[in-house]
Antibody, heavy 113, light 108 residues
Framework: EVQLVESGGGLVQPGGSLRLSCAASGFIVSDNYMSWVRQAPGKGLEWVSV???????YYTDSVKGRFTISRDNSKNTLFLQMNSLRVEDTAIYYC???????WGQGTLVTVSS | EIVLTQSPGTLSLSPGERATLSCRAS???????LVWYQQKPGQAPRLLTYGASNRATGIPDRFSGSGSGTDFSLTISRLEPEDFAVYYCHQYVSLPWTFGQGTKVAIK
């Protein structure tokens, strides 16, 4: 079964860090465009970052220099390292295989003092 | 940045009716990189169509996508109770990738 399972969300203070993981099954992460998308409470979808199959990475402006997308081919897992977190980063974070899906179930990140 | 504007914001219809959702881009988008998602409360988005007009695996044929250039649409031919949800268009041809703000299909 083709599936993505996220983990690593939680409550963190402003300025703190979190590392999100997205474990894939049924397909090879490194053969695909893999993306992180977030959704603030009650809001729409916002694209955060992508890693292409060739390894190039891109970010939305608001997270550049703070977030890093990466993958571990041996574990078939996608990551999002989030540093210098801000209150406005509070959202459900989804990982997704871009062209065909699926999306993971999402993991909630709450940034609050 | 390519801005995707969806209309209407809310569409109030009855089961069995036809729904037509619009997605207008601020610049031309290759249809190969325009997709539609459905999202129900408390769930992750689900891919409906890709390449503007191809249905994703397992998606019923009452869902159809069309369009080119700057104007795209998603049509649900006959609304089923499970189709009442929020729908998003998304382009991934030009960075930063962008989503429309969503259209809610509500029960009238």
């Amino acid at each position: 079964e083709v599936q993505l399972v996220e983990s690593g969300g939680g409550l963190v203070q402003p300025g703190g860090s979190l590392r999100l993981s997205c474990a894939a099954s049924g397909f090879i992460v490194s053969d695909n465009y893999m993306s992180w998308v977030r959704q603030a409470p009650g809001k729409g979808l916002e694209w955060v970052s992508v890693i292409y199959s060739g390894g190039s990475t891109y970010y939305t402006d608001s997270v550049k220099g703070r977030f890093t997308i990466s993958r571990d081919n041996s574990k078939n897992t996608l990551f999002l390292q989030m540093n210098s977190l801000r209150v406005e980063d509070t959202a459900i974070y989804y990982c997704a295989r871009v062209q065909t899906g699926p999306w993971g179930q999402g993991t909630l990140v709450t940034v609050s003092s | 940045e390519i801005v995707l504007t969806q209309s209407p914001g809310t569409l109030s219809l009855s089961p069995g009716e036809r729904a037509t959702l619009s997605c207008r881009a601020s610049q031309s988008v290759s249809s190969s990189y325009l997709v539609w998602y459905q999202q129900k409360p408390g769930q992750a988005p689900r891919l409906l169509t890709y390449g503007a007009s191809n249905r994703a695996t397992g998606i019923p044929d009452r869902f159809s996508g069309s369009g080119s250039g700057t104007d795209f649409s998603l049509t649900i031919s006959r609304l089923e109770p499970e189709d009442f949800a929020v729908y998003y268009c998304h382009q991934y041809v030009s960075l930063p990738w962008t989503f429309g703000q969503g259209t809610k299909v509500a029960i009238k």
